[in-house]
């Protein structure tokens, strides 16, 4: 993994020495003068995670395209769905410009934004919310929340049983941009981004529940399912 940032955010990740990390040029806001930067970081990577996290301004949502047309496959959440958002009728076609079919994985805020609907009606059938953004998009889609939806753009949909309210906490999505990208990321092995993707929600949503049996629902944190909950279920299936 390689982390592009800013330079002022490079100190924080002392604490991780198996993180490697690329200077961002200049302050502020991602813009397409950081294109350069990032189409350089980008060689030689298989996948592209872009969103929590980053400084958001009015030249972003430019750059996540640019950037989505150059990476192999790319995972997209956080602020970079809001960046997208800011120009809603050009998603698809930005989206489109990409050699694999991205990853979108917005909670119900962000899927208002990107859609253009009320959050009521998203929540009233998640299922058909998710596979008409897809459709739309040309992507795949992880509508977050209670029984995460997984949607591609031929129609397909499925739903994730496992996972708990305690994860409804700060950087558990996070934590799903991460595993999807390391998923996505295999150039080997079988299966599509939709394939992957709803594999990808299953390991979260079991390593969260893994990590609530030790700690509890009300004290997990998002880094109880990367430290507790993925040693746990890996070496389950190692077994």
Known sequence: MTLATRASVQPALAG?????????????????????ALREALKGKSALAIGPGIPRGPETGALIAALVALAEVSVIDADALNALADQRERIAEALRKAPTRPLLTPHPGEF???????????????VDAAVRA??????????????????????SSAICAAGNPGMATAGSGDVLTGIAAALLARRGGIGGTAERARLAVFVHAMAGDLAAAEVSE?????????????PRLFRRWER
């Not at 208002?112 to 998640?126: F, H, K, Q, V």
């Not at 998009?137 to 939806?149: E, N, Q, R, S, Y």
């Not at 009300?218 to 993925?230: E, F, H, Q, W």
């Open 218 to 230: 009300t004290a997990l944190l998002a880094s109880d399912i990367v430290r507790s909950g993925l």
């Open 16 to 36: 991780v020495p198996e993180a490697m990390s690329v200077a961002l040029p200049g302050e502020g806001p991602l813009s397409m003068e950081d294109l350069p």
């Open 134 to 155: 897809a459709q739309r998009f040309g992507a795949c889609i992880a509508l977050k929340g209670a029984h995460t939806v997984i949607a591609d753009p031929e129609g």
């Open 112 to 126: 208002a934004r990107l859609t253009g609907e009320e959050t009521e009606r998203i929540l009233s059938d998640r």
